[in-house]
């Protein structure tokens, strides 16, 4: 079992820059591939970037290549999403996810971060 916390979020002007992390209890986080997520009002849940648990492999959704930056310190059991060049149309909660496999879906999920881009 793996419980996520995540926090870092808030309001920022287009252009800037936010940090969340995720925190992760358990003692096998090192294991886990880690996921940041995103909805907006009235849209679906998004993918936004992943890593794995070594670091190597890492994915990123389209729209925030060169802006966003996924990375984790598996000795502070803790993930992060450097978020660079924010645009309003960032503004969304963030979530963290968690899954032992490549594929399928992800375990566990955190309640999530509000990040609000403003114009």
């Known amino acids: 079992q793996v419980q996520l916390v995540e926090s870092g979020g808030g309001l920022v002007q287009a252009g800037g820059s936010l940090r969340p992390s995720c925190a992760a209890s358990?003692?096998?986080?090192?294991?886990?591939?880690m996921g940041w997520f995103r909805q907006s009002p009235g849209k679906e849940r998004e993918f936004v970037a992943a890593i794995s648990w070594s670091v190597v492999d890492i994915v990123y959704a389209d729209f925030v290549k060169g802006r966003f930056t996924i990375s984790r310190d598996n000795a502070k059991n803790t993930v992060y999403l450097q978020m660079n060049s924010l645009k309003p149309e960032d503004t969304a909660v963030y979530s963290c996810?968690?899954?032992?496999?490549?594929?399928?879906?992800?375990?566990?999920w955190g309640q999530g971060t509000q990040v609000t881009v403003s114009s």
């Open positions: 358990g003692r096998t986080f090192s294991s886990y591939r």
């Open positions: 996810a968690a899954k032992t496999r490549v594929t399928g879906p992800y375990d566990f």
